[in-house]
């Protein structure tokens, strides 16, 4: 069977050209359960927030979706412009830029923090992710 390349979406951390993000925004990303990520659309507005699981490692976020989902679509059709709220759709927020890239240790490394983040939901989900990343149905979003 031929493998799929797995996609990794780059949500690179954009609060400004040179600045980090504020020590409070870090902190949130390092106790929060989700994010909430809105896209940029044809019209140049946001999207929906949506919550989804990530993973944070000091520099960038991940989460693993389908291929399908508009955050994707729409890195893939030039618009990598996103929104990032931490822990509550309205909570601290941060703009992010998104880049497609292939990264097979970054793909187990979500897997890893997930099984330890998410340990009810995961034990469900886990062998879909493992599939999906193996087979194209799902992509890593960092």
């Known amino acids: 069977m031929r493998r799929i390349a797995t996609l990794v979406l780059t949500l690179a951390l954009v609060t400004s050209a040179r600045a980090g993000l504020s020590p409070e925004l870090d902190r949130a990303l390092h106790e929060a359960k ?3 990520i809105q896209s940029e659309r044809k019209s140049g507005a946001l999207g929906k927030a949506a919550e989804i699981w990530f993973y944070y490692d000091g520099k960038a976020v991940y989460v693993g979706t389908p291929p399908t989902t508009w955050r994707v679509r729409r ?3 030039g618009r990598p412009r996103a929104r990032i709220a931490v822990g509550k759709a309205d ?3 941060f703009e992010a830029r998104g880049e497609v890239v ?3 240790a970054a793909e ?3 897997m890893d923090v997930y099984a330890r983040k998410y340990p009810e939901g995961w034990s469900r989900f886990a062998d879909k992710f493992r599939a999906g990343f ?3 149905e799902r992509v890593l979003v960092r």
């Open 102 to 104: 292939r990264d097979a």
């Open 134 to 136: 193996k087979n194209g």
């Open 108 to 110: 187990q490394r979500l």
């Open 34 to 36: 989700y994010v909430y």
């Open 91 to 93: 909570g601290p927020a």
């Open 75 to 77: 890195i893939k059709r």
